[in-house]
Structures are given as structure tokens and as C-alpha cells.
């Protein structure tokens, strides 16, 4: 399992990703979820992944060898990050396929992969979408300006409280990673090293604001501590239940 994250904000996107593959009681892997694809002052995109590693892997080195090739079609001969979004999904069914049916190798193996996609593409407004195993896909609305795949459950209130188009980037971040750190807390099929990533709407730039949180990292040690005091802090704060026991009696 896994756990991924991307918020649209008019300041721009904001991703963030776990890095866990496995975690048995004798081994815990790590792979990162977050791929970026830019051309300088043309397009800037990223691609989160979750459910099965061999698809999206695999989906990720056609991405390359269809750049590497220059096939009739590629990141960089898309108008639209919607573009990109179905050629994504198509080939995601395409790898499923080797795996699924009567005669696969492995029939009844879960194959599905997940993957959010988010970016811009010059002459055109940041775009974010989440691609579903069928191959087709949605993007994300006003009201809930974010999508999530993976583990989502855990980090979902925080992001509904918290989060909205208006909201600054860096407190959308901050927000991300306690998301993140929810879930975490509550599945341990999803895990550290945190990536977390802000593209601003325009640049074009691959330099985006990017950095990659270990288990030990002093800030994500803090960023737990003040969450969890302040969070008590705020329970300790609610209206006491002395009015409700008096209306009973």
C-alpha cells in the first residue's frame, strides 16, 4: 500500500508521496512514487503511482523509451495535460492486460495501478488529474481541491478542514505532510522517506520547491510533536459535557 497526494491552489500544485513498497516483518522496502518529466519554459510535469509496482514501473519506462524513441506520440507532443492523462491510462490497461484473463501467467493478480498527474503545459492554466486502473480519469473541483490515492482515509479530515483554493502553498505543505504523518500513524504499509513538492502556476521551471523527509529528519520529528500537542491542547479546549449531563437530569 501506499499513500499520494496532490492539492490545486492558485498559487499553484502542491504533491506529496510516501515511499514504502513492503513492509513485512523482516524487510521493509522503499521506492519513490513521485516522477518528474520538464522541459524548461514549455511544461512541467509530475506523476504520483500507487497499487501494483511492476505496472506503474512499467509505465514509467514506456514514458522514457517513448521519449528516448520520439513515437508519434510523447509528453512532448501534448497540447493538453488531459493528453497525457489518457496516454497514461491506456498504457496502465495495457500492462494490466499481460496479467489479467484466463491465459495470464498469473490469473487473478492484482495488477491495478493508480496515478495522479499534475503540471502545466505553456499556453495553458496547471492542470491535476487522477487516473483510475480502467484507464480513464477525473480532476479534482473547487470544493475538494485535492485528489488522493492509495491509503486516503487517514489523511482525508485534515485536508477537508484545512484545505482550499486560496489556501498559501506553504500551509498546504504543511497540511500534506500531516496528512501524511495521519496515515502513517494508522497503516504501517506506508512510511517514510516523505517527498513533497510545490510547482508555481507559470513557471514552467523544473526547480520546483522540492525536498524528501527521512524517518529521522529533525523537522519531521517536530512537525509530530507540535501536531500532537497542539491537537490535545485542542481537545482539552472543547466545550465541557457538564451542560448535556444537566439537561438530562
Known amino acids: 500500500m501506499t499513500y499520494c497526494l496532490a492539492i490545486t491552489l492558485n498559487e499553484g500544485l502542491v504533491f506529496c508521496s510516501d515511499s514504502r513498497t513492503n513492509a513485512g516483518a523482516d524487510r521493509v522496502s522503499t521506492y519513490s512514487k513521485m516522477h518528474r518529466f520538464s522541459v524548461p519554459f514549455d511544461r512541467s510535469l509530475i506523476l504520483l503511482t500507487a497499487g501494483n509496482l511492476a505496472t506503474s514501473q512499467a509505465v514509467v519506462a514506456q514514458i522514457q523509451r517513448d521519449l528516448e524513441e520520439e513515437t508519434e506520440f510523447n509528453l512532448l507532443k501534448a497540447k493538453y495535460v488531459s493528453e497525457v492523462a489518457d496516454y497514461i491510462g491506456k498504457m496502465s490497461v495495457r500492462e494490466q492486460s499481460k496479467h489479467t484473463g484466463d491465459n495470464a501467467p498469473m ?6 495501478a493508480t496515478f495522479i ?133
Not at 490469473?107 to 491495478?112: C, E, V, W
Open 117 to 249: 498527474l499534475g503540471g502545466q503545459i505553456k499556453g495553458h492554466a496547471p492542470e491535476l488529474y487522477m487516473i483510475y486502473p480502467e484507464g480513464n480519469h477525473i480532476t479534482a473541483s473547487e470544493q475538494h481541491p485535492y485528489l488522493q490515492i492509495g491509503e486516503t482515509k487517514y489523511g482525508k479530515p485534515i485536508l477537508d478542514r484545512i484545505i482550499r483554493p486560496d489556501t498559501p502553498y506553504e500551509t498546504a505543505m504543511r497540511c500534506a505532510l500531516v496528512s501524511m504523518d495521519s496515515t502513517i500513524r494508522s497503516n504501517a504499509t506506508v512510511g517514510p522517506p516523505l517527498e513533497c513538492l510545490f510547482y508555481r502556476a507559470d513557471s514552467l521551471q523544473p526547480q520546483a520547491q522540492y525536498f524528501k523527509l527521512d524517518e529521522h529528519h529533525p523537522y519531521l520529528a517536530r512537525l509530530r510533536q507540535s501536531w500532537d500537542d497542539n491537537i490535545r491542547q485542542a481537545f482539552d479546549n472543547l466545550p465541557s459535557l457538564s451542560e448535556v449531563f444537566e439537561t438530562v437530569k
Open 107 to 112: 490469473a487473478g493478480f492484482d495488477a491495478g
